[in-house]
């Protein structure tokens, strides 16, 4: 066999082979790898769009772009984060508000839907609570799981509640 080999050691002998033909040149150097360039290009990053209410703790929602922010002590503790609204028809009101009451476990009277995390802060049960983005309310603003659940302990009755 090609290759084959005997190797005595320390009283044992072992049998080589290869399957490969002998070299009959000399392996190529290893190339130097291509030093690491920098381009002039700079990554940009778009900060998130600031709270558009005059307001320093509470919660202040945009409805024109679907986003609401948690606010203490002027500064943002969480958001912007998606939103949901209601319908032409069912409309989430404008204007500046107030936390009325707070209930982590509701159930809408009206509706007979769970309300997780219920925030309310205008007449008619209108609260931020969870539900999905992707369908309309009947007035109240849906937030996801987590973010009811940070707005629903990051608000104390009595705080503002700005929409616009």
């Known amino acids: 066999m090609r290759g084959t080999g005997v190797l005595t050691l320390l009283g044992l002998t072992l049998v080589t082979a290869?399957?490969?033909a002998p070299r009959t040149t000399t392996?190529?150097?290893?190339a130097e790898p291509a030093p690491l360039t920098r381009t002039s290009t700079s990554a940009t990053t778009t900060p998130p769009p600031a709270p558009p209410c005059?307001?320093?703790?509470?919660?202040?929602?945009?409805?024109?772009?679907?986003?609401?922010?948690l606010l203490r002590d002027g500064r943002v503790v969480r958001g912007p984060v998606p939103a949901g609204f209601g319908p032409?028809?069912?409309?989430?009101?404008a204007g500046s508000f107030h936390v009325v009451w707070k209930d982590r476990?509701?159930?809408?009277?009206?509706?007979?839907?769970?309300?997780?995390?219920?925030?309310?802060?205008?007449?008619g049960g209108i609260a931020f609570h969870a539900g999905p983005l992707d369908a309309p309310s009947h007035g109240c603003v849906h937030l996801t799981d987590a973010d009811s659940a940070a707005f629903f302990d990051g608000l104390n009755v009595g705080d503002a509640v700005q929409v616009q």
Do not use: K
């Open 18 to 20: 290869s399957c490969a």
């Open 27 to 30: 392996p190529s150097p290893i």
């Open 54 to 69: 005059a307001l320093t703790t509470g919660a202040c929602v945009s409805l024109a772009r679907h986003l609401a922010w």
């Open 88 to 93: 032409p028809d069912q409309a989430t009101p």
């Open 105 to 123: 476990e509701h159930t809408s009277s009206v509706y007979g839907t769970d309300m997780p995390n219920s925030v309310f802060f205008a007449a």
